[in-house]
T-cell receptor
Framework: AQTVTQSQPEMSVQEAETVTLSCTYDTSESDYYLFWYKQPPSRQMILVIRQEAYKQQNATENRFSVNFQKAAKSFSLKISDSQLGDAAMYFCAYRSAVWAGGTSYGKLTFGQGTILTVHP | NAGVTQTPKFQVLKTGQSMTLQCAQDMNHEYMSWYRQDPGMGLRLIHYSVGAGITDQGEVPNGYNVSRSTTEDFPLRLLSAAPSQTSVYFC?????????????FGPGTRLTVL
């Protein structure tokens, strides 16, 4: 079974600064998908960014970017120009690219989460 | 679209009681799933469904039942509630034809079992 590890229970950053959240995963599969989700105090799960394992180019979404190192099984999230609204719990997640008969059976596996605090 | 809706938002049960957490989506998504979130453990998959009439177990299925009679609804049943089932429960859905298709989550149900 795949496992996802977030080794930083808590991180903090000053407003306008840059912070990087770490994520490693364990898998024997060659094709899969990786995600970062944000969970603010409202508990709503919000997709931040996603990456296909077969793509070498790192995904970018505005101030959010990833550093995907497939050989090292590492998938870190970089938040640039941090804003107060970025404060939340961040989850790294893995999904297998398992297909059968045109149906995707991939299940999301989540890390333990990292609480990000943004200081004004 | 209302997206993924869950009811109730909060629930308190006594040990041994049964109840059903409701989940519905109006996006015609084939794939639906239930997770529980406990402090320090992230979200763990309870059950999932790849389409109407098809369900399967996730990582922590014991004590829970599901059914999928329609594409829209995916209720989660607690058969005999235990304090260990105190948690926040999330329902999620996505279409089933893509790889990185976005998984949409409901707002969650906070369940306390006394």
């Amino acid at each position: 079974a795949q496992t996802v590890t977030q080794s930083q229970p808590e991180m903090s950053v000053q407003e306008a600064e840059t912070v990087t959240l770490s994520c490693t995963y364990d898998t024997s599969e060659s094709d899969y998908y990786l995600f970062w989700y944000k969970q603010p105090p409202s508990r709503q799960m919000i997709l931040v960014i996603r990456q296909e394992a077969y793509k070498q180019q790192n995904a970018t979404e505005n101030r959010f970017s990833v550093n995907f190192q497939k050989a090292a099984k590492s998938f870190s999230l970089k938040i640039s120009d941090s804003q107060l609204g970025d404060a939340a719990m961040y989850f790294c997640a893995y999904r297998s690219a398992v297909w059968a008969g045109g149906t995707s059976y991939g299940k999301l596996t989540f890390g333990q989460g990292t609480i990000l605090t943004v200081h004004p | 679209n209302a997206g993924v809706t869950q009811t109730p938002k909060f629930q308190v049960l006594k040990t041994g009681q049964s109840m059903t957490l409701q989940c519905a989506q109006d996006m015609n998504h084939e794939y639906m799933s239930w997770y529980r979130q406990d402090p320090g453990m992230g979200l763990r998959l309870i059950h999932y469904s790849v389409g109407a009439g098809i369900t399967d177990q996730g990582e922590v299925p014991n004590g829970y039942n599901v059914s999928r009679s329609t594409t829209e609804d995916f209720p989660l049943r607690l058969l005999s509630a235990a304090p260990s089932q105190t948690s926040v429960y999330f329902c999620a859905s996505r279409i089933n034809r893509g790889g990185t298709d976005t998984q949409y989550f409901g707002p969650g149900t906070r369940l306390t079992v006394l």
